[in-house]
């Protein structure tokens, strides 16, 4: 009876060595894959890894997972109509990133992914979303060490730039901003018809140039003929001669460098409750 229950114990022991050994070779094969959850992006991805970029011969990529070293050895990528990233971290050897996101309102707003390029020099995109209302988060790109020329055309309003101060290999940036992020609601006294806030823009060091703000008055969407008058000093933003019609207020900021390699413009919506 001994021997027969020792018996078994050993296939179950042996049984389980098995399945131990299988799982850590399935697990190793899932390793060297990656998976690219959108399905423009994935193509791109194929499109670019299926030839291998020393020899030019076309390679094998098996179900449509490339490998992370076919990944890794892509020079350049393109590709539009794009909502997640996730995956492109292992494009460590691409230079040049050109894309169009989304536009269907569910547009690339998480660029983390773009943290693990760590060759990329230069990024561009364009996309047209005036009613964005959500800030764009740039800091990804401040762990970019290669990049040269950042180009974020109205993708939406960026509110802090310090993290590009970082790349002091960027020689050129243009980030024009757009889309309308809401602030808290400001009383206004009908009385002084004016209003002061901080400048709500961090910029990097890159952007040591003139720096201006611009001022609309609109009504729900529609946009007054009435004019207010804003100034910048410092910090500090005055807008006075506000029209009692007015029930929110426009603000654009604008930053240069002084070679004028550098641009930024971001947008900003203050709504208007009189008193």
Known sequence: MAKKTWGKIGLVVAGLATISLLGTEFSGADEKKVYISDDNLRAAVLESAKYDPETGEE????????????????????????RSLEGIQHAKSVQRLNYSPAHD???????RPLSGMDSLEEFFVYNFEPNRTTPLDI????????LTYLHLGY?????DFS??????????????GHGMVEFPVVYISRDTKTHMMGHP?????????ERSVSVNLKHDEEYLEDEATVTLEGTKVTITNISE???KIH????ANSQDENFYAGTDCVIPIVWY
């Open 155 to 159: 993708f939406a309003s960026v509110f």
């Open 251 to 254: 603000l654009r900021f604008e």
């Open 59 to 82: 390679v094998v990529i098996e179900n449509e997972l490339p490998t992370i070293s076919q990944v890794e050895k892509m020079k350049d990528l393109y590709f539009y109509n794009v």
């Open 163 to 176: 993290p590009l101060s970082k790349v002091e290999t960027l020689e050129r940036a243009t980030i024009l």
């Open 105 to 111: 309102g569910e547009s690339v707003i998480d660029f």
């Open 139 to 146: 800091s990804a790109f401040g762990e970019l060490k290669s």
């Open 245 to 247: 019609e007015a029930n």
């Open 201 to 209: 823009v961090t910029y990097s060091t890159q952007f040591d140039g």
